[in-house]
């Protein structure tokens, strides 16, 4: 049986400056009936428990370190006791939101996740923030981006330790030469492909 992709959107604020916005974020969801790997935990994890609805949780894979994707991962490991994994470079921004706590692993360029039968590969892909990855899974023609690549181009770059031509730099080098077919599922917004970003990044 083919895994199944299931999102939640979760709603909650983040910080920027001294300020807090207002903000949807996706919540991506990767198994079958009996596990399920977990990317992003954003704002509060008691919607995330009941999207996994009991399924063994094979990790929660943080795409990077800004607030609004990280709130809830401690809470989240506590109620499925699931480890977290996290790319080093953003651990100056995990500290800020848990100071107290560690990430369980790290993520490295070329990190690889099995659930349900399919394999997720890990992308370093830096520029939204140094430890910004994406996530592929070549099998279900799909790509998670967290704030790398949306749909209408790349991901803002005016938070914290965001830098525009690298992160053009990333989804160029790293996710333009996906198939064009592959589907964009990203941290905020609607669904998109990687053919009709090509326009978009310039």
Partial sequence: MTPRIDKTVI?????????????????WLVGDNDEVLVIDAPHDAAPIVAAIGGRKVAGIVLTHGHNDHITAAVALREAVD?????????????????????????????TRFAVAGTTLQA????????????????????VFTGDTLFCGGPGATGRSYSDKPTILTSIRARLMSLHGDTVVRTGHGDDTTIAAELRNVH
């Fill in 123 to 142: 992308l370093h892909t830096p520029g939204h923030s140094p430890g910004s990855v994406c996530l592929y899974a070549p099998e279900l023609a799909t």
């Fill in 82 to 110: 699931a480890p977290i994994w996290f790319h080093p470079a953003d651990r100056m921004l995990w500290d800020v939101v848990h100071p107290d706590t560690a990430p369980d692993a790290e993520i490295a360029d070329g």
């Fill in 11 to 27: 709603s909650g604020v983040f910080s920027l400056d001294g300020q807090d916005f207002d903000v949807d974020n996706n919540v």
